[in-house]
């Protein structure tokens, strides 16, 4: 199946009471994971590539090429959406040049009026390709590639109008964080998801800071409407571990241990378990 725009994915997830997992890509490796896990699991899926990663895998176009040749040769038949994640004002114009489906335009540390006005233009310019738009008010809290936010709760008029732009779906800051959470951390905001979600017209919403929010709090926002949840950090703490107990093991040393599909192939069965457990966790199992 070719890449699709994320709107049908996250319409059927919000309509059906589940997530779909938006989980980010690095390189050919994590491509390659995350799509056969979902297909083993029969899952829609959101594979979101960060600016950075762009950058670290050579471009927009090596990214867009890389997935959908992927999708092709590995014959994926689930609904795979490629997701620009956190993209910036000429991020988002680059990302649907070149054959991204999606794109976050994250305009959230800006004026609201400077970020309203350029996610209409990005709205725009998706919309008349087909292509469906996420857009954010409320920083996120925590760092993701240089991207740093406070962990605010979102204003729930602002996602009004934010909403109002004609975004397909809605990231709102509520009390969720980037990277691992703190031992002190509050947990999620449900009064504030609940306002949310009644300010922003029925749209699916975005729960950002997917790794280590306990399964509960996972359950209660997808029942109050989020429909995406990002996964990062967690998948990059099971790749490195995976790998490290290999070579703690003295593993690349034996043989031809060395060699990097060998090297790497502990980090990528420990990563796709991460990736079993959240689309179990987010209901979005034979949902495709
Ligand atoms: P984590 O790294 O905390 O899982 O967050 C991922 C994310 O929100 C990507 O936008």
């Known amino acids: 199946m070719a890449l699709i725009s994320a709107k049908s994915i996250l319409d059927n997830a919000r309509d059906g009471h589940y997530a779909v997992g938006a989980f ?39 990214v867009a090429d890389m997935v959908a040749a992927l999708v092709e040769s590995l014959n994926i038949t689930v609904p795979v959406a490629l997701h620009l994640d956190h993209g910036s004002y000429e991020g988002s114009f680059k990302a649907i040049d070149a054959g991204f489906t999606s794109v976050m335009y994250d305009g959230s540390h800006l004026p609201l009026e400077e970020n309203l006005q350029q996610t209409r233009e990005v709205v725009k310019y998706a919309h008349d390709r087909g292509l469906s738009v996420e857009a954010e008010v409320g920083s996120i809290g925590g760092e993701e590639d240089g991207i740093v936010g406070l962990g605010e709760l979102a204003d729930p008029v602002e996602c009004q109008k934010l909403a109002d732009t004609g975004i397909d779906f809605l990231a709102a800051g509520i009390g969720n964080i980037h990277g691992k959470y703190p031992e002190n951390w509050a947990g999620l905001h449900f009064e504030r998801l609940a306002e949310v979600k009644d300010a922003s017209n029925g749209l699916p919403l975005v729960l950002h800071g997917g790794t280590g929010i306990p399964e509960d709090q996972i359950t209660k926002a997808i ?66």
């Open 223 to 288: 029942d109050l409407g989020v429909s995406k949840i990002n996964v990062n950090t967690e998948l990059q703490l099971a790749f490195a571990e995976g790998i490290r107990e290999y070579i703690e093991a003295g593993k690349d040393l034996e043989g031809k241990g060395f060699d990097p599909r060998k090297l790497l192939a502990p980090g990528v069965e420990a990563a796709k378990q991460v990736v079993r457990d959240k689309i179990d966790m987010f209901g979005s199992e034979n949902k495709a």
């Open 24 to 62: 980010n890509i690095n390189n050919l490796e994590w491509t390659k994971l995350i799509l056969e896990v979902s297909e083993e699991k029969k899952s829609p899926v959101l594979l979101g590539v960060s600016e950075g990663a762009v950058k670290y895998m050579g471009g927009f176009k090596v």
